[in-house]
T-cell receptor, first 110, second 113 residues
Framework: RKEVEQDPGPFNVPEGATVAFNCTYS??????FFWYRQDCRKEPKLLMS???SGNEDGRFTAQLNRASQYISLLIRDSKLSDSATYLC???????????FGTGTSLTVIP | NAGVTQTPKFQVLKTGQSMTLQCAQD?????MYWYRQDPGMGLRLIYY???????DKGEVPNGYNVSRLNKREFSLRLESAAPSQTSVYFC????????????FGPGTRLTVL
């Protein structure tokens, strides 16, 4: 079983829409959780960390459910510039090893 | 600050050739990583270095060697390239502490014929 699983999409949404991505992880020893954004043919960049209490950064909200081993990302009022691939990333508590999902592709349509 | 830099950006090799991918960071980070990214596979860890002088295997180390030359530099070597090593290679460094943020280089696109 993969460490981190994501729906690859693609998600095609109109400008202004709300879209949600989900991610599950298999190892209960995972300690830290992140969403990264990757533009086409570019390197991944941190979008936001995910905290147990849930956290918000502008139009982006991340949630963590440790009992279900589930992470989500909600994007409100989608912009054209949100078009990218969103990577779910998990850090285990043994060693500094990060595990990446395959990514969810989002295209925001005018 | 340049962040994480990688050279070369593109490379084409023939099967059996060798090459070294270079990575450097100027953020004084202790940990550095090499990943490969293939379609439908996500980023997979090849090797990592928790600190200067130490290296450890990741998920897909076969066919690769690494050197942590100093705190700034972490190189990846392909001794005898194979077509299965055609991929995009990313180097990253870790901020550590409470942040645990990885910063990535721009990547090297490698094709092995």
């Amino acid at each position: 079983r993969k460490e981190v699983e994501q729906d690859p999409g693609p998600f095609n949404v109109p400008e202004g829409a709300t879209v949600a991505f989900n991610c599950t992880y298999s190892n209960s020893a995972s300690q830290s959780f992140f969403w990264y954004r990757q533009d086409c043919r570019k390197e991944p960049k941190l979008l936001m960390s995910v905290y147990s209490s849930g956290n918000e950064d502008g139009r982006f909200t991340a949630q963590l459910n440790r009992a279900s081993q589930y992470i989500s990302l909600l994007i409100r009022d989608s912009k054209l510039s949100d078009s990218a691939t969103y990577l779910c990333v998990v850090l285990r508590n043994t060693g500094n090893q990060f595990y990446f999902g395959t990514g969810t592709s989002l295209t925001v349509i005018p | 600050n340049a962040g994480v830099t990688q050279t070369p950006k593109f490379q084409v090799l023939k099967t059996g050739q060798s090459m070294t991918l270079q990575c450097a960071q100027d953020m004084n980070h202790n940990s550095m990583y090499w990943y490969r990214q293939d379609p439908g596979m996500g980023l997979r860890l090849i090797y990592y270095s928790a600190s200067e002088g130490t290296t450890d295997k990741g998920e897909v180390p076969n066919g690769y060697n690494v050197s942590r030359l100093n705190k700034r530099e972490f190189s990846l070597r392909l001794e005898s390239a194979a077509p299965s090593q055609t991929s995009v290679y990313f180097c990253a460094s870790l901020s550590g502490g409470a942040a645990d943020t990885q910063f990535f280089g721009p990547g090297t696109r490698l094709t092995v014929l």
